[in-house]
T-cell receptor
Framework: GAVVSQHPSRVICKSGTSVKIECRSL??????MFWYRQFPKQSLMLMAT?????????EQGVEKDKFLINHASLTLSTLTVTSAHPEDSSFYIC?????????????FGPGTRLTVL | GENVEQHPSTLSVQEGDSAVIKCTYS??????FPWYKQELGKGPQLIID?????GEKKDQRIAVTLNKTAKHFSLHITETQPEDSAVYFC????????????FGTGTQLKVEL
């Protein structure tokens, strides 16, 4: 149980285009989802916390107008990278926590490799 | 905010030996400490976690210890196998599903035959 999927797994786009990444909790309802980015050989950096039905909370230094997050249902959150540029190339990973009392565990998706040309 | 330091950054052991990875955290309010294993090109997988109401937890070859006073926690892997080779991340945060985690910098573990 507790499976999180991401789509697409890999995307290559031209500079200036927008890219949408989906994160789904397949077998549980996720009241909270998190979005991270990870550069090669580095740790996970939290970008934003997303709660179903409300606006995402962004970490300091993350542009909310560039990284649009929507958490419209208890099983789906999307991250849209708007007007992508080569410096946005990274590994984007989402995680989700079940909406159960006392459940702390973040279950991670498999990640999305974004390459901006 | 929370700051998590992790050592060593790389660790090479012989198959069958034990591996130990250590982390320290700065925020005394943190009470939830998970460990994740990440294989190349994949998302992190939870391998074990501990809450501050216990000092040690074990699951087969994996154990985690927590010293709240010193604000450090460690991952112990015994009888290492080649498939244990991966990057391991520690993290610290608060219990409660909506609370964010702060991750350590990662340890590249290599288990050699």
């Amino acid at each position: 149980g507790a499976v999180v999927s991401q789509h697409p797994s890999r995307v290559i786009c031209k500079s200036g285009t927008s890219v949408k990444i989906e994160c789904r909790s397949l077998d549980f309802q996720a009241t909270t989802m998190f979005w991270y980015r990870q550069f090669p050989k580095q740790s996970l950096m939290l970008m934003a916390t997303s709660n179903e039905g409300s606006k995402a909370t962004y970490e300091q230094g993350v542009e909310k107008d560039k990284f649009l997050i929507n958490h419209a249902s208890l099983t789906l959150s999307t991250l849209t990278v708007t007007s992508a540029h080569p410096e946005d190339s990274s590994f984007y990973i989402c995680s989700a926590t079940p909406g159960l009392a006392g459940s702390d565990t973040q279950y991670f998706g498999p990640g999305t490799r974004l390459t901006v040309l | 905010g929370e700051n998590v330091e992790q050592h060593p950054s790389t660790l090479s052991v012989q198959e069958g030996d034990s591996a130990v990875i250590k982390c320290t955290y700065s925020d005394s309010a943190s009470n939830y400490f998970p460990w994740y294993k990440q294989e190349l090109g994949k998302g992190p997988q939870l391998i074990i976690d501990i809450r501050s109401n216990v000092g040690e937890k074990k699951d087969q070859r994996i154990a985690v210890t927590l010293n709240k006073t010193a604000k450090h926690f460690s991952l112990h892997i015994t009888e290492t196998q080649p498939e244990d080779s991966a990057v391991y991340f520690c993290a610290a945060g608060l219990t409660g599903g909506g609370n964010k985690l702060t991750f350590g910098t990662g340890t590249q573990l290599k288990v050699e035959l």
